[in-house]
């Protein structure tokens, strides 16, 4: 973990047991390490309604593809920021409100690929079996496109890389296409070190706003606990309205 800066909370008072573990890992925009501590478009809401909240916790960077097990494991106090809400989470995690929406999703593909082509319906791309697929193992794409993908099961290829590393998938062709966020995708590339001009963006003229990100608390989270962060939601990130 970085330094204590201001612009985390501090813990130094706190007793462990009364400090929620949040688990993140390196993810721009939505949560960054920095010289000053973690920010992103996750992030700042998080720290904003847990300190509004009065809830201290502490940062905790742990890969991606470990977060889930350790919500359903159920050991401790502990929460995951920016995840998406799916009914099979639904049976071992807590959900905050949301605090942040994507913009619609997108798909990134090489540039010279011509067998994927944008502004087309998402299930032509399904449907076209020179094309695959890259999928992130044990992830949710959002309700729209896990539905899409059980319906007309396209051809795809799992992985367990982060977005960088299925970036450099994409790039050497060993598959044809991965979705992101739209916020995420430019920097994306920029970090990878790839030429920007061998990328494109793929939209899909049917594909739903994008999907809501919440806080996943484990079970030991109170709920007494979750209610102080979702009034806080409501007023500092959706508004007194809640909407």
């Not at 920095?34 to 904003?48: R, V, W």
């Not at 396209?154 to 890389?161: L, R």
Request: charged fraction near 25%.
């Amino acid at each position: 973990n970085p330094p204590p800066s201001s612009h985390q909370p501090s813990l130094i008072t706190q007793p462990a047991e009364n400090v929620i573990t949040m688990h993140y890992h390196e993810r721009a925009p939505y949560y960054v390490t920095g010289p000053y501590g973690i920010y992103g478009l996750c992030a700042d809401p998080a720290k904003l309604v847990f300190k509004k909240a009065g809830i201290p916790f502490r940062w905790q960077k742990t890969p991606a593809k470990r977060q889930l097990d350790i919500i359903k494991s159920n050991k401790m106090r502990e929460c995951l920021l920016g995840w998406f809400k799916t009914p099979k989470r639904d049976k071992f995690a807590k959900y905050s409100q949301h605090i942040y929406q994507d913009k619609p999703a997108i798909a990134l593909a090489r540039a010279d690929n011509k067998q994927i082509i944008s502004g087309r319906p998402l299930e032509e791309t399904f449907s076209n079996p020179n094309l695959i697929l890259l999928r992130k193992d044990s992830y949710s794409y959002g309700q729209f496109v896990d539905e899409k993908i059980a319906e007309l099961n396209p051809k795809h290829e799992i992985t367990g890389d982060e977005n960088i590393g299925m970036l450099r998938m994409i790039h050497s062709k060993r598959a044809d296409y991965f979705f992101v966020a739209e916020e995420e995708a430019e920097e994306l590339i920029v970090s990878s070190g790839l030429p920007k001009s061998d990328f494109k963006y793929v939209r899909f003229s049917n594909m739903p706003k994008g999907n809501k990100r919440y806080i996943l608390f484990s079970k030991k989270v109170e709920d007494e606990v979750i209610e102080k962060i979702n009034a806080a939601i409501k007023i500092y990130v959706h508004g007194s309205s809640g909407t």
